[in-house]
């Protein structure tokens, strides 16, 4: 088991790949009033993106995408909702990623016969 495929490489991964998203969710909201801006997301986190690019980072496995969407008369396509709902979905990854990496690094030190 290489570290990008342990629970501690895939939490940290995890985490990375959220705080990406949650980045690029930001500019879409910032641009929300810009015309002719096209909202943007990164692809899902997957396993196997982790995999195949363990050292380039979530950048790097996380490819950009454009959102679909009905585009306003100005030609912008960001709808506050929908980016509001990608970004508790985030959130909600982000923390799913530290519970991981906290339960992993407990388990550690249980092994160790430590506790907190």
């Known amino acids: 088991m290489s570290h990008e495929t342990s629970m501690l490489g ?4 995890l985490v990375r790949h959220s705080a990406l998203r949650q980045s690029i969710l ?9 015309p002719g801006f096209r909202a943007r997301d990164v692809s899902a986190f997957t396993l196997e993106s982790v ?6 980072g979530p950048r790097a496995a996380a ?8 585009a306003s008369p100005d030609g912008n396509s960001v709808t506050l909702e929908d980016q ?3 970004s508790a979905d985030t959130r909600r990854a982000h923390d799913l990623g530290t519970t991981l990496f ?5 388990l550690l030190r249980l092994g160790l016969g430590r506790t907190r």
């Open 10 to 13: 895939v939490s940290s991964a």
């Open 26 to 34: 930001a500019q879409n909201i910032a641009n929300a009033d810009t």
């Open 51 to 56: 995999a195949q690019r363990p050292t380039l």
């Open 63 to 70: 490819e950009t995408l454009f959102i679909s969407g009905i």
């Open 84 to 86: 509001m709902i990608r």
């Open 102 to 106: 906290r339960k992993s690094i407990d």
